[in-house]
């Protein structure tokens, strides 16, 4: 019996044990905060991905402090800065509205290649801009910004070889009126839509040629109603990584050093699959029946002369001389 005894005992010990451990497991597990990161891009996309894996290492890593989930949509700035979204990803030229600094990002024939964008970006220039964005109500998180792509130009009835086949074209240009007001300027008809909404833009023949890299074309099925693609490389745009500063400095600082790290990592890796898409995707999309040209980028010349001091004036001078220190003297 003193053995019966002695079993039960171990066996009462192991259940308290295993009870106990259990209500402290499920302590850990509670997150103190709950918070939501929104893009606009489908589930597909690299940064989609990339942001899944990234918040599921945060959470990891807070030990279940920091839950962080990914809504879809256009959720707004005014959300964001008031606080009642966490996170959001979002190109500068979307930004520029709230900080035009930030614009500098968009710069027509600015930046060659996604490398000076991230030495750039990496760099003085985005700490600049993250100071900018910070008197705003924003956090842009450093070394934080995903990648989209250099921007090209797909069309349906005809090819652009120079700066003057935009006279009269019809086509969507994401991005901020000084942006827009360069392909005005080339003679375009430029058109405002939201990128979800360019397919149907598209197909309906309210616009016949849209202004985005590859991955976008490739993710939103554009292709099915694009005929020309024509390599303008003609400006840049990626996804910083914004978050409300109220929310921010809401956070502990062991937090804040969990998603930092985390954010230079999988934007460190987004930037890599993105890069690796956008070069690959010639070659998918011309499979798809996409004509391919190249274009004589000269032909822009004269119109970026009488560009460049509007958009100098839109962006600022700190923003203009840290863009030349990278990319070199332009206009």
């Known amino acids: 019996m003193a053995e019966t005894r002695v079993t039960r005992r171990r066996v009462n010990l192991g259940l308290a044990a295993t009870g106990a ?102 760099g003085d220039l985005g700490a600049y801009l993250r100071e900018e964005i910070r008197t705003k109500g924003l956090y842009a998180v450093p070394g934080g910004c995903f990648e989209n792509g250099m921007h090209q130009i797909t069309s349906t009835n005809r090819p652009i070889r120079t700066a003057a086949d935009f006279q009269g074209l019809k086509i969507r240009v994401p991005g901020s009126p000084e942006y827009q007001s360069f392909f005005k300027s080339l003679g ?32 939103f099925k554009l292709y099915e109603f694009q005929k020309y693609a024509s390599v303008t490389e003609h400006s840049w745009s990626g996804y910083n990584m914004l978050a409300s500063l109220k929310v921010w400095q809401s956070l502990p600082a062991d937090m804040q050093h969990v998603i930092e790290t985390n954010t230079q990592k999988f934007a460190k890796l987004q930037r890599a699959d993105t890069d690796a898409l956008n070069l690959d995707l010639r070659a998918g999309l011309a499979k798809s029946g996409m004509i391919f040209n190249d274009v004589d980028k000269a032909s822009f010349h004269p119109a970026l002369s009488a560009f460049y001091p509007r958009w100098k004036a839109h962006i600022g001078q700190r923003a203009w001389d840290l863009l030349e220190a990278q990319v070199g003297r332009l206009g």
């Open 21 to 122: 451990a259990a209500i402290i497991a499920s302590r850990a597990r509670a997150a103190e905060f709950t918070l939501s990161h929104n893009h606009n891009l489908p589930v597909e996309s690299p940064l989609h991905k990339r942001a899944v894996e990234m918040w599921a290492a945060v959470k990891a890593e807070t030990q279940g402090r920091v839950d962080v989930q990914i809504t879809r949509g256009d959720a707004g700035l005014d959300k964001l800065v008031g606080g009642g979204l966490a996170f959001m990803t979002l190109a500068g030229n979307g930004l520029s509205s709230l900080v035009p600094a930030a614009d500098v990002q968009a710069t027509p024939y600015g930046f060659r290649n996604p490398a000076q964008v991230y030495a750039a970006l990496d």
């Open 188 to 219: 375009a008809d430029v058109h405002t839509m939201n990128l979800t909404k360019t397919y149907d833009g598209l197909k309906s023949g309210l616009v016949e040629a849209q202004d985005d890299p590859w991955d976008v074309v490739e993710l």
